[in-house]
């Protein structure tokens, strides 16, 4: 079993195994600059509608799902904690621990996936979708709807991106429990990590902006 | 040579892999562990602080706190605490550019007269 462990391949123009996996992580470092980026837009977009629509996002606030939503930033903080257990254990070459904490991972984010699903099909049911169904009635109805497109507009780009992830982390399972990877070489588990932590970070700060809106 | 190098790096892991049990250069498990626990205990002082009234201070502490956690995210989970200075830079860079954003943008839209 131990023999057909791959050591590292390593391109002509990197040194060693060591070098090649600093270059790679830091072009990940790079690609996750962008992907701040990407978001912060429409972070930025948040910040604004909300200094000209306060009471509106408040409204918007308590019709979100806090219960569910919480549970889920539970989820999503432990699959921190299991894709970081499995980098640590692809670090010195465990094949059967990091298979195991990188399944638990994709379930975990799996199920963070359905719960936000359920969420999303009872707000579309009450009317909440932005767009011509858009049925809510209260005060500032149009700052309402932009608080319910800035929801479904940001934790939307979130599960696309925890979609990929989650296909990114099965495929390294699976590769990880072939015995592809080594103490020598497991750069795509150290940057499959980098990618399903930086996904968390996102949902750290829509959890507060989206959930725990105008509570008291 | 490599094949020397791969020979090595096998009898190194047999031991290991055979009797299941961690090799001495395994880094410790429990920052992970505690790390969670953590972010555990921000997220239940995030949620409780919610329901408090405490006018514009809700968001201050909300924001607040998911910066406290985003640091402990990338300092312990994406191994920043022990990473290069390039590597650092590469990863601040984006919050760096996003900081130019919001202060332009809230330095316009907070200033504006009503």
């Known amino acids: 079993m131990a023999a057909d462990s791959t050591p590292a391949i390593v391109a002509s123009h990197f040194s060693d195994a060591d070098n090649q996996e600093t270059a790679a992580t830091l072009g990940m470092w790079i690609f996750l600059a962008t992907e701040v980026l990407f978001f912060g837009v429409l972070f930025a977009g948040y910040a604004v509608t909300r200094l000209i629509h306060p009471e509106a996002f408040g409204n918007g606030g308590r019709h979100t799902d806090v219960l569910l939503g919480s549970i889920n930033t539970a989820i999503l903080l432990t699959s921190s904690l299991t894709m970081g257990l499995a980098v640590r254990a692809s670090s010195v070459g465990w094949r059967r621990s990091s298979v195991t904490w990188l399944t638990l991972s994709a379930i975990l ?52 991106h925890l979609s990929i992830g989650i296909l990114v982390v099965a ?35 829509l959890y507060p902006l989206f959930y725990l809106v105008s509570r008291s | ?6 020979a090595n790096a ?5 031991p290991d892999k055979a009797s299941g049990s961690p090799p001495e250069r395994a880094p410790p498990a429990w920052p992970y562990w505690l790390t969670w626990l953590a972010l555990l205990a921000l997220q239940a002082l995030n949620l409780g602080s919610a329901y408090l009234p ?19 995210v990338m300092t312990i989970f994406m191994h920043l605490a022990r990473s290069s200075a390039v590597m650092r830079i590469a990863a601040v860079a984006g919050f760096f550019f996003l900081a130019v954003l919001l202060g332009l943008s809230l330095g316009d839209y907070l200033t504006r007269p009503t």
């Open chain 1, 109 to 160: 984010g799996v199920a963070f996936l359905v719960i936000k699903g359920y969420e999303w099909y009872h707000e579309s049911l009450e009317g909440l979708l932005p767009g011509p169904g858009f049925d809510y009635s209260g005060p500032d109805v149009p700052g309402v709807e932009l608080f319910f497109f800035l929801y479904f507009t940001m934790t939307g780009a979130h599960a696309v």
């Open chain 1, 171 to 205: 495929s390294v399972a699976v590769l990880a429990a072939r015995d592809k990877f080594s103490a020598d070489y497991h750069t795509p588990v150290v940057l499959t990590g980098l990618y399903w932590h930086f996904i968390d970070v996102v949902w750290i700060f």
């Open chain 2, 10 to 14: 096998v009898t190194a892991t047999a």
């Open chain 2, 54 to 72: 405490l006018g514009p201070f809700n968001l201050v502490i909300n924001v607040g706190i998911s910066i406290v956690k985003t640091l402990l």
């Open chain 2, 1 to 6: 040579m490599s094949a020397q190098r791969q």
